[in-house]
């Protein structure tokens, strides 16, 4: 049985937030390899002039993010009670949240989510807009993500929940082994070996939901043996405990309805681009630049706010809030220093960089480098901003990062392309503005709050642990 480790709440703060942000930043960026991977493969092997195959992997992955993101605001909910109780090195509270999440998510996942993701998938590509071309290598892809995912978002869940408990080598190693198995088994069937056909889009929707088993199955194993932080339940039970589910969803539901926010926020960006003359090359410029080579950034700062998020709850629950403050604010200082070195790539080389995917013709070569022009600022204020955030959600304040969200990416960003679009000026280059736009905002708004007191006091507890 692992021990808990006393060092996040107590000794230098930046070895605190080091301690845990390498190993989970890491992870974030192994993670976004296998995505990276899967566009330099359908590029190469099955492009077209217009990257109709890129565009149509962007466009089902956005999709998907709006459905099942909702799911993850009980991961969220889950994080921050364990998180919460390491501090306090309860570990039976800490156990019994994790294990009444898993078991609610394995039901909404395969009852709820599979069937209902299968019959509206068609529906949900027709809402972006896409083109019929984009629509023929969407919709298997969608599919096959909606009815097979649930070994991804369990994988998902089980990182958060090693990550919270304060142990991020274990889900780095698990997730290395995903992200060599997605790569091999996408590689394998996107390109087609021996008797194996080229199955583009398909195959690498298969490789993302096969990859994961093998880790969740040692994860599962290590803890019904005992040799983690988080132990198996002391008893099985077939039902939820729906005073923990109150719980965990009072915390989480907010973070859950932040991360539809901001994918409607995408889907309806892509809305926008699908009405541009060419709409197409649009939407495969911002696939490839926003939805993969910025991973480089928001995969590192997903890592950062996760950090951010066990430094606060676990110091919270040590009852240590500034110590946990200062140590959100190292890392986004951290996620700036991060950015800055990739917004210099971006704006010095972006031709190798599209090349990559083999986006070297027009007007896709010229749309994706006047918005890697424009990410290269945008990251700068982004990562910072999800620190903070992670900060704010990690002491169980999850609505006002809600409400911030819903200002700038919805009320905002939407707001200034609708303006463009009904002037009849809509442009991509308006539309990449507009992103920038809407990150600087929400990082103004996000670190007003953070300088705020009243937020670390929120009160997160289970009945038994009140009782």
């Known amino acids: 049985m692992k021990k808990f480790d006393d060092q996040i709440v107590s000794g230098s703060i930046l070895r605190s937030v080091w301690k845990l942000a390498w190993p989970v930043t890491l992870l974030n960026l192994v993670n976004g390899l296998h995505g990276l991977v899967d566009h330099i493969l359908i590029g190469q ?27 993850s605001s009980l991961f969220h909910g889950m994080n921050v009670l364990i998180a919460r109780y390491a501090g306090k090195q309860d570990r039976h509270n800490m156990s019994h949240a994790a294990y009444h999440a898993f078991l609610s998510s394995v039901y909404i996942l395969v009852f709820i989510l599979a069937p209902c993701g299968y019959f509206l998938a068609p529906h949900l590509i027709d809402l972006v807009g896409a083109t019929p071309e984009v629509k023929l290598h969407a919709l298997p892809y969608l ?38 198995l997605n790569i091999a088994i996408s590689a394998t069937l996107i390109v087609g070996i021996g008797p194996i056909p080229p199955m583009g889009t398909v195959g690498a929707a298969l490789g993302t939901v096969l990859a994961p088993l093998v880790s969740v199955s040692i994860g599962l194993i290590l803890i019904a043996r005992r040799r983690m932080i988080l132990q198996p339940p002391e008893k099985f039970t077939l039902i939820p405990d729906l005073a923990v589910m109150r719980v965990i969803a009072r915390i989480g539901l907010p973070t859950g309805v932040q991360g539809v926010l901001l994918n409607i926020g995408g889907v309806m960006l892509l809305w926008f681009i699908g009405r541009l003359e060419y709409s197409a090359s649009a939407m495969a410029a911002y696939t490839i630049c926003y939805s993969q080579l910025f991973s480089l950034v928001t995969w590192t700062s997903f890592g950062l706010r996760s950090a951010s998020a066990t430094v606060m709850g676990q110091n919270i629950g040590a009852e240590k809030p500034e110590r946990g403050k200062k140590g959100v604010a190292i890392a986004a200082g951290l996620g700036f220093a991060w950015a800055s070195v990739i917004g210099i790539m971006f704006w010095t080389i972006p031709g190798p960089l599209l090349g990559l995917f083999d986006a070297t013709s027009e007007p896709v070569f010229s749309y994706g480098v006047s918005l890697l022009h424009i990410l290269a600022f945008s990251g700068i204020v982004l990562a910072p901003t999800l620190a903070f955030t992670g900060g704010l959600q990690g002491a169980g304040e999850t609505k ?31 539309i990449w503005f507009s992103i920038l736009s809407a990150h ?9 709050i953070f300088r705020t007191e009243a937020w670390t006091r929120t009160q997160v507890e289970l009945a038994s642990d009140a009782a």
């Open 45 to 71: 092997y099955h492009g077209s002039e217009n990257n109709a195959a890129n565009a149509a992997i962007g466009v089902s992955w956005q999709v998907f993010l709006v459905i099942v993101v909702f799911i």
């Open 143 to 180: 599919r096959i993500m909606f009815t097979c995912g649930a070994p991804l978002f369990l994988m998902f869940m089980m990182v958060g929940a090693f990550q919270a408990s304060g142990d991020p080598k274990t889900p780095l190693v698990l997730g290395v082994l995903a992200t060599i």
């Open 400 to 430: 006002i990062p809600m409400y911030i969200a819903f200002a700038t990416q919805i009320l905002l960003l939407l707001a200034m392309c609708g303006g463009f679009y009904w002037a009849g000026t809509l442009t991509t280059e308006k």
């Open 440 to 448: 600087s905002t929400r990082l103004v708004l996000t670190y007003a």
